[in-house]
C-alpha cells in the first residue's frame, strides 16, 4: 500500500480545475451571476475563503446541482485538516465501551 501523504483539497481548487477552468466561467462572471462579492469567489478559490450554506447554495443553482454537494467537499475538507491538526490529541482518547 502506498503510504505516501497527500493534503486535503480545498473546496475552491476544486471549484475552479472542475467547474470554472473546463467551462470558461471566470471568477468575476461567477461572482456577477450569482450576485456575491467577486472578493468570496477569490478567496474561496484561493482557500482564504470556506463555502458556507449561502455560497453552497448559489453555486448549487448556478450549476444545476444540489447545494449538499458543495456542503460535503467543505465539511471533509474541514475534518481533514482538523484531524491531522490535533492527531496527537485524538490518540490519547479512549474508546468509551457500553457497559
Excluded: C
Amino acid at each position: 500500500m502506498d503510504d505516501k501523504f497527500y493534503p486535503p483539497i480545498h473546496p475552491g481548487g476544486i471549484l475552479m480545475e472542475e467547474f470554472l477552468e473546463p467551462r470558461g466561467i471566470t471568477q468575476h462572471k461567477l461572482a456577477v451571476s450569482n450576485g456575491v462579492p467577486p472578493r468570496r469567489i477569490n478567496g474561496i478559490v484561493h482557500g482564504k475563503r470556506r463555502i458556507t450554506a449561502d455560497t453552497a447554495l448559489h453555486l448549487g443553482r448556478f450549476f444545476g446541482m444540489a447545494a449538499q454537494f458543495w456542503i460535503n467537499l467543505q465539511s471533509h475538507y474541514d475534518l481533514d485538516v482538523e484531524s491531522e491538526a490535533i492527531a496527537d490529541q485524538l490518540e490519547l482518547i479512549k474508546l468509551h465501551q457500553v457497559a
